[in-house]
């Protein structure tokens, strides 16, 4: 089976940059789409970027032009790059990712522990 590790969150004031990764491991045959989501408190999970594995991105309106989503085949690992954060980022961080686990069978969905992401002055 696979599983998502996160790390890379904490608290930082506005304006600040803060980098996370999630990588994944385990017994799998191939990673597909991997992922941000995140989700503030009373509100619901919601995209923040994607990245297929063919290359290309997805962002949500609100992180375009600060935030930038980039992988690592080699070591089945996808960071997030946020930089100018704002209060309103603040959230528990989701990677999410489309892990085939055997040859010609679909992919499974997984995510990861969450990481909060705290910006405030």
């Known amino acids: 089976q696979a599983q998502l590790v996160e790390s890379g969150g904490g608290l930082v004031q506005p304006g600040e940059s803060l980098r996370l990764s999630c990588a994944a491991s385990?017994?799998?045959?191939?990673?597909?789409?991997m992922g941000w989501y995140r989700q503030a408190p009373g509100k619901e999970r919601e995209l923040v970027a994607i990245l297929t594995s063919a290359g290309d991105t997805n962002y949500a309106d609100s992180v375009k032009g600060r935030f930038t989503i980039s992988r690592d085949n080699a070591v089945h690992t996808v960071y997030l790059q946020m930089n100018s954060l704002k209060p309103e980022d603040t959230a528990v961080y989701y990677c999410?990712?489309?892990?085939?686990?055997?040859?010609?069978?679909?992919?499974?969905?997984?995510w990861g522990q969450g990481t909060q992401v705290t910006v405030s002055s």
């Open positions: 385990g017994s799998f045959f191939r990673v597909n789409n």
């Open positions: 999410n990712a489309q892990i085939t686990i055997w040859s010609r069978t679909l992919p499974n969905d997984y």
